[in-house]
């Protein structure tokens, strides 16, 4: 499906629906504000977190993660960055991955836009994906297989962070994700301008009707999209969630020549 046919579509339509791909990249544009979007359909895709490598270190970039995939003849058909961390790269909140879990649920306002409660947990569980309010995940009986904590919550509820101001002058490069009701739509954005809070959560709920959403980082934000020939390097990032897709017919034979 290209870029120019999506711009076309209905808000609400769903790129999982019908034969279209489960993974689709595009450029857009809302309120004056320039995105890149990746959607994913979490019950057909594998959704995966990436943090360390099996000697503990920390992998940081989008091309060593590839490297460590294509030894299981394995490709990153999508990623980001996915949650705030120290310099040190371990995660400020919740970490999950694969049921080993690194760093506790933090449920305590504080500094810093993490600290701006409410803030949330992006859950991954079989054939789902979900933005959670902390509270509410704390409270629930909810497990995770992999689940990365991050904040402040974009839209909750179908509402937005109480503490967003249409006119705030606080502009930097945001992403973050949204998620269905049903967990099955789960949209990526990264912005290609500086924009503030009520703008950036205005995107998920208003213009891609998600009821669901949480901010994952600001200039630091980097994005690994083949469908736009873009793949961000520079310095290392803490988690990372991303797209694993096996590595498709002539490509894996010649990983194995």
Request: hydrophobic fraction near 40%.
């Amino acid at each position: 499906m290209r870029a120019s046919l999506l711009l076309s579509l209905p808000l609400g339509f769903t790129l999982w629906a019908g034969q279209a791909a489960a993974v689709e990249c595009r450029d857009e544009s809302y309120q004056g504000n320039r995105y890149s979007l990746c959607e994913v359909d979490a019950s057909r895709e594998e959704l995966r977190l990436f943090l360390r490598d099996d000697t503990g270190a920390v992998m940081g970039h989008f091309s060593t993660i590839e490297e460590r995939l294509s030894a299981e003849g394995k490709t990153l058909s999508f990623a980001t960055n996915a949650g705030m961390y120290h310099t040190d790269r371990s995660p400020v909140g919740l970490y999950l991955e694969d049921g080993n879990e690194e760093m506790r649920l933090v449920t305590n306002p504080g500094p810093g836009n993490f600290g701006l409660v409410p803030n949330g947990v992006f859950c991954l569980r079989d054939g789902r994906a979900d933005v959670i309010e902390t509270l509410t995940f704390g409270a629930s009986a909810t497990t995770c297989k992999s689940a990365t904590q991050s904040g402040p919550m974009l839209v909750i509820d179908g509402a937005l962070h109480p503490k967003f101001l249409r006119d705030s002058d606080s502009r930097y490069i945001r992403n973050g994700v949204g998620t269905s009701a049903d967990g099955r739509r789960v949209v990526f954005a990264i912005s290609r301008n500086t924009v503030n809070f009520y703008d950036f959560a205005s995107l998920f709920r208003d213009h891609l009707g998600l009821p669901q959403a949480l901010y994952f980082d600001g200039n630091i934000s980097r994005l690994h999209a083949p469908d736009l020939d873009r793949s961000d390097a520079g310095f290392m990032m803490g988690p990372v969630v991303g797209v694993v897709e096996d590595i498709a017919g002539d490509d894996a034979d010649a990983l194995q020549n």
